[in-house]
């Protein structure tokens, strides 16, 4: 007899997978603006947001978007998940706490005109919205992500900040899970949020 046992993988590292298989785009965004200096996860998980660190098992076939979006929203009740208007094979990730934020410099609209690789397109965001959004890189257990390669030309004429990090991806490419932003609150109460790309596919 043989038993099926449940594998468990890192968000990042899900999406990127079962978005591979249906043929589908992410891009997510956590509010941890609760958080403080020096608290961890493990001892105060309530400061955190659920999707930071989430684990999402693969117990289930998932055989299409619906299948998919009822899972998520299963797991993770407190989160909005919204389909792009422009490019409809990219959903956006995102705590309910950001969707509903006016302040929320990625709901804010923006021009902009930049040429340069993609992953520094929020460093020169951040230069026209006083630094209230940078460029990270990311470093973690299940993923490394620095994309040195993909460049990209950017005319933006009133578009919101979270379209304009989204609408020059090269999609067919690139990584299933395009970028990832936390939101963090600064030592001086200010917002900050760092977005990270995730490259072209490997």
Request: net charge positive; hydrophobic share 35%; aromatic share 8%.
């Amino acid at each position: 007899m043989t038993t099926n046992i449940a594998v468990s993988l890192p968000l990042d590292r899900y999406l990127t997978s079962i978005g591979s298989s249906l043929n589908i785009y992410f891009t997510l965004e956590i509010d941890n603006r609760g958080v403080r200096s020096g608290i961890s996860k493990q001892k105060n998980p309530s400061h955190f947001s659920p999707l930071f660190g989430a684990v999402v098992s693969e117990e289930t076939k998932i055989s299409n978007v619906s299948v998919l979006m009822d899972k998520l929203h299963r797991q993770f009740p407190s989160i909005a998940i919204v389909r792009d208007k422009k490019i409809t094979s990219i959903f956006h990730i995102m705590d309910r706490s950001l969707q509903k934020d006016a302040n929320y410099i990625l709901n804010q609209d923006v021009n902009i005109s930049y040429s340069g690789q993609l992953q520094n397109l929020p460093d020169a965001l951040g230069k026209m919205l006083d630094n209230k959004i940078t460029t990270r890189r990311v470093f973690t257990a299940s993923h490394f992500s620095r994309d040195a390669i993909t460049n990209v030309t950017v005319t933006a004429n009133r578009l919101s900040v979270r379209d304009v990090l989204t609408d020059y991806v090269p999609i067919k490419t690139y990584s299933h899970l395009l970028w990832s932003a936390e939101a963090i609150q600064q030592s001086n109460g200010e917002t900050s949020t760092n977005v990270a790309y995730f490259g072209p596919m490997t």
